[in-house]
């Protein structure tokens, strides 16, 4: 008796989804036979049915594809070694004010820790962050002397919380992952697991060395592998914020057809800057406390500058392609996007032009399907910075800004600017770029969506059950 229930229970689940696709819930709930029109009392249970069948689909535990987070620029926790050729550049950065954990091998957290907050240490901060480019590598590198790794690879557990003592505040991915656990179904570091990174190195063009970045490509694949493998052969979805989209769709572009049919289910990207952000300029120029209480822009300016991500970010000519529209404003010269390279020079900041030039221009000249359904989920109707406008005080200056449209980071413009096969797009008006990661209604979206993906996999288990 139970057995049959349970057919008849799938085989109704099976046929109620199939009609929602449709927009024929009524039709097949009345078997298609000429009936009178629902009445209100029907379209109630009609939608209660139709919401429980998306829940009951997706909170079936291990009925749902595998997930990997990858998160967006200082989206997860990095920890740096100091050694012996680290020379610190005042006493308060000395390692008698910082002692060393033997138990932890000397590796202590550099982002975040909250003495950034306090101003003799955010020196230390930029310190320890910079990055070098060697000219004769072709190639960044850290600071001498500092050596860094990404903690918990293959885990959300440093994506959850920037800071674990500081869980309020520093929260990042964690109202995500209980989204989709309460929700989908979903159980944190076995169905969800997450690819962190040196977020301060970039990819780059063909030709060019990127040693950081292409190690972390070749993990991230070695973990869509294994995750599919340790759940029965499933493909994973891909689910990244911001920067890591960037990230993503040059991986898929760097995979074959067959390994991503085999492996990769679905693409979703959260507020992923496609090609840039205006803001990024002001960084450039200014600094950005990037909300940071107390902090001193110009303090973090030098680090922010020389990261080999934050010029993946500059804004893309290809999307902001209006020569007549000038981006930033000063009173003796303007700059579009054409004029990149004539910008960081004027800012005091020669020695990217370069590499911007050579390998991080390439990288934006388009934005190639990467051969996977894909569907962008982006905040709009927020101010968001679409003209920097600069007086005679110069670039240490905050500027006065114009606002357009965006997610409050990143310009609508950027936003929609991916156009490829198979591409599905949900714009949520007044969620900001971080706040998609926490508002009630973005989280909705963000599992609605997750759940249709999952339904997939619903309708396939089914159709067995009928079989």
Known sequence: MAKRVLYHHKLLIFYAFQSLHRDEIHETLFLRKKMKKPSSRHLVVIGMLVM??????????????????????????????????????????????????????????????????????TRCFNDRMMLYYDADLDDYQNAPGVQTRVPHFGSTKSLLYLDPRLRDATSYMEHLVKALEKGCGYVNDQTILGAPYDFRYGLTGPGHPTRVASQFLEDLKHLVEKTSSDNKGKPVILLSHSLGGLFVLHFLNRTTPSWRHKYIKHFVALATPWGGTIEQMKTFASGNTLGVPFVNPLLVRPQQRCSESNQWLLPSPKVFHDRTKPLVVTPRVNYTAYEMDRFLADIGFSQGVMPYKTRVLPLTEGLVSPGVPVTCIYGKGV??????????????????????????????????????????????GGVSHTSILKDEIALKEIVKQISIINSGLSNVNAMRAVD
């Open 52 to 121: 429980a069948t998306i829940t009951s689909m997706c909170q079936a535990i291990g009925n749902v594809y595998p997930l990997i987070m990858v998160p967006g620029n200082g989206g997860n926790q990095l920890e740096a070694r100091l050694d012996r050729d680290y020379k610190p550049t005042s006493v308060w950065c000395s390692s008698w004010l910082c002692p060393i954990r033997k138990k932890s091998g000397g590796w202590f957290r550099l982002w975040f820790d909250a003495a950034v907050l306090l101003s003799p240490f």
């Open 383 to 428: 101010d968001t910075p679409e003209v920097l406008v600069y007086g005679e005080g110069g670039f240490d200056e905050q500027p006065e800004i114009k606002y357009g449209d965006g997610d409050g980071t990143v310009n609508l413009a950027s936003l929609a600017a991916l156009e490829v096969e198979s591409l599905k797009t949900v714009e949520l």
